[in-house]
């Protein structure tokens, strides 16, 4: 049984940083595509950044330059700096066998196999 696991999450002051690992296991799967999503209190989920590609496309536009995405394996990380408080939200992590042609493909089928997620809170 697929397991992906999330951790770092946690209360930061605006400005700070956070480090959010996540692993999967529990399955010979090749996971080809890995990310990162995020869910606000009363808002839509939305894609925060992901690796879909033989090429490491990595899908980020809202949080470029702030926020970077990294892969060991069946390990994928996000590294958060300059938080700001709209950046609060439950974060999980995502997992799919395929590669997407896009990021558009991405947001349109989704991945597959999902965390549990953490909370990240940035206090105004």
């Known amino acids: 049984q697929v397991q992906l696991v999330e951790s770092g999450g946690g209360l930061v002051q605006a400005g700070g940083s956070l480090r959010l690992s996540c692993t999967a296991s529990?399955?010979?799967?090749?996971?080809?595509?890995m990310g990162w999503y995020r869910q606000a209190p009363g808002e839509q989920r939305e894609l925060v950044a992901a690796?879909?590609?033989?090429?490491g496309t990595k899908c980020a536009d809202s949080v470029k330059g702030r926020f970077t995405i990294s892969r060991d394996k069946n390990t994928v990380y996000l590294q958060m700096n300059n938080l700001k408080p709209e950046d609060t939200a439950v974060y999980s992590c995502?997992?799919?066998?395929?590669?997407?042609?896009?990021?558009?493909?991405?947001?349109?089928?989704?991945?597959?196999?999902w965390g549990k997620g953490t909370l990240v809170s940035v206090p105004s």
């Open positions: 995502a997992a799919d066998p395929q590669y997407f042609s896009d990021c558009e493909a991405l947001r349109y089928y989704g991945m597959d196999y």
């Open positions: 529990g399955s010979s799967i090749s996971f080809n595509s």
């Open positions: 690796f879909i590609s033989l090429s």
